[in-house]
């Protein structure tokens, strides 16, 4: 790796966020080399902070979402907490929030008002449906977008629907806003202007929902939930082996003739009459999963899977959680780093984007408060302003250990 310049070295955002959506965004953009100042409630912070304990006593949505911040506690129902909030955000070039509808308005941050005062300022806000429409003013989490937007109605069995086993409109939210941050970013350079950004996490989410949406618009028919198969192709399930499952799609009817003839040496069956085209395979689904099913248990799960990969057959080892911390494919392409947290290092993976000539940051988790005192210092507030704040519950400061976001441990000498 070189020593150029991180994609966002020198660019600030102060984030109003908690739980997910913003948080996932605002990790992105440190990931890429950004400064996230992230405000939390004193005493309290983010509420994620508290979801669980599972890494090291801290919380693993926290772990996974916060790295590489600065954390402030600010008393935000205070004036004053106001007022440092309104004076970080000026200093930012990009604000990110996802309070409840409103509240941001509420708080002094209304985002048409911030951009009347900023005309560079960037300024991003996340809700559940929009600032619009009839339901603007309801709270919304991701299971209940999940249903919302008809994505649950889709997920599942035919028997059970249920939703996805990790927060999918959160996470649809938060990409599609560091997305626009980042295109915000490259037209202020053009223009020298910032702007108001707003997404949805509904609106997100209906978006993902692509081709299931066409066909109900134009085909007139909800797919149904299929499990691990799919509607529109087949074979295109889990499939029992001598000593477990594996997962086939195949999608084409080259596919087929590969899958019958190099991996089962089953030629006879490449040219069924009721197999040999994926409409036929789709109607006669359940002959197709029995005939499959029939030759993949020949077989052991490695030697079919490494079978398939020579045929050039789609297949997938089903792994458990356990199994994906292990993998080979993480491993020998050494993706694993170690990042600093208040409790001690754990793991963490690299984020997906590669850039071939710097290495993204990991940075550190911030303990609740911990950059308190520095990030009100650039404020011009003095260290006896700072005890002052504190002693009057305005802001929060932290005590003890500090891990700094670079990655690196630095002591801390903060009073609680």
């Known amino acids: 790796m070189t020593s150029e310049l991180l994609p966002l070295d020198g660019i600030t955002v102060v984030a109003l966020e908690q739980a997910v959506a913003a948080p996932l965004a605002t990790r992105h953009l440190a990931d890429l080399g950004a400064r996230v100042i992230k405000i939390e409630r004193v005493g309290e912070g983010d509420f994620a902070r508290n979801y669980d304990d599972a890494v090291l006593g801290l919380a693993s949505h926290f772990v996974w979402l916060n790295r590489g911040k600065e954390s402030v506690a600010i008393d935000l129902k205070s004036a004053r ?24 308005a509420r708080l002094g941050l209304d985002a048409e008002e911030l951009a009347r005062r900023h005309p560079r300022l960037i300024i991003a ?93 134009y085909g007139g028919r909800q797919i149904p939930r299929m499990g691990l198969s799919h509607a529109s192709i087949a074979p295109y399930d889990a499939y029992p082996t001598a ?37 036929l395979r789709v109607a006669n689904r359940d002959e197709c999963d029995r005939v499959v099913a029939e030759n993949t248990r020949r077989f052991p799960t490695a030697d079919l899977d490494a079978r398939l990969a020579d045929a050039g057959v789609p297949a997938a080892q089903i792994n458990d959680l356990a199994k994906v911390v292990a993998h080979e494919q993480l491993s020998s392409r050494d993706r694993w780093r170690s990042i600093d947290t208040p409790s001690g290092p754990v793991e963490a993976v690299l984020p997906p984007t590669t850039f071939r000539d710097v290495e993204l940051p990991m940075g550190g988790i911030p303990a609740l408060g911990e950059h308190t005192r520095e990030i009100l210092g650039t404020l011009g507030l003095t260290a006896g302003d700072i005890d002052w704040l504190v002693s009057d519950g305005v802001v929060g400061v932290h005590e003890g250990g500090s891990t700094s976001v670079d990655g690196e441990s630095s002591a801390g000498t903060l009073s609680a």
């Open 81 to 104: 907490g106001r007022a440092l909030a309104e004076q970080l955000v000026a200093t930012a070039d990009v604000f990110i929030q996802n309070a409840a509808p409103g509240a941001a």
């Open 243 to 279: 000593d477990g499952q594996i997962l086939i799609g195949v999608q084409n009817d080259r596919g087929w003739r590969a899958l019958v003839t190099e991996v089962f040496g089953r030629p006879d069956l490449a040219d069924r009459a009721d197999l040999a085209t994926n409409p």
């Open 125 to 217: 806000g996340i809700s559940g449906y929009g600032t619009d429409g009839p339901l603007r003013d309801r709270k919304a989490y991701d299971m209940l977008i999940q249903a919302e937007a008809g994505l649950i109605s889709i997920t599942g069995t035919p028997e059970t629907a249920t939703k996805t086993g990790i927060p999918t409109s959160d996470i649809a939210a938060g990409l599609y806003t560091t997305q626009a941050v980042l295109a915000a970013l490259f037209r202020r350079e053009r223009t020298g202007r910032g702007g108001v950004v707003d997404v949805s996490m509904f609106d997100a989410t209906v978006e993902w929902l692509g081709h299931p949406m066409y066909m109900q618009m």
